[in-house]
């Protein structure tokens, strides 16, 4: 009875730290990961895309563009092609561990952002 929430909670934990590991290695600050709306924020820094693209998150169906374009810049960003960013997006639980415990080094988003001051 107690066993699913808790292995839910795992995996969200064990989300947080890929991600937290991921936003390091781009230079921004890890942190942001555990807040909701700024770590889309973060995200779309890294794939090098404006940060007013996060209103477009709240149009419907747009959204879902949205979400496919950054996560191929994202993965663009880590040296990765469109098959990782395929996997970012519909295997997110196999392909952030990947990307957060593998030697992959941030090469720049679009347009290369400097990292946040600490």
Do not use: H
């Not at 947080?16 to 781009?26: G, N, S, T």
């Amino acid at each position: 009875m107690f066993l699913v929430p808790l292995f839910c909670l795992a995996i969200v934990v064990f989300y947080i730290i890929c991600l937290w590991k991921v936003f390091e290695k781009a230079g921004q600050p890890g942190w942001a990961a555990i807040i909701p709306i700024y770590n889309l924020y973060i995200i779309l820094k890294i794939a090098g895309r404006p940060g007013w693209w996060l209103l477009l998150y709240f149009v419907p169906v747009v959204n879902l563009v949205i979400s496919i374009i950054v996560m191929i810049d994202f993965a663009k960003a880590f040296g990765k092609g469109v098959g990782f960013a395929l996997g970012l997006i519909f295997l997110g639980i196999i392909f952030y561990p990947l990307l957060a415990f593998s030697d992959d080094t941030y090469t720049g988003g679009k347009a290369a952002i400097p990292p946040l001051p600490a």
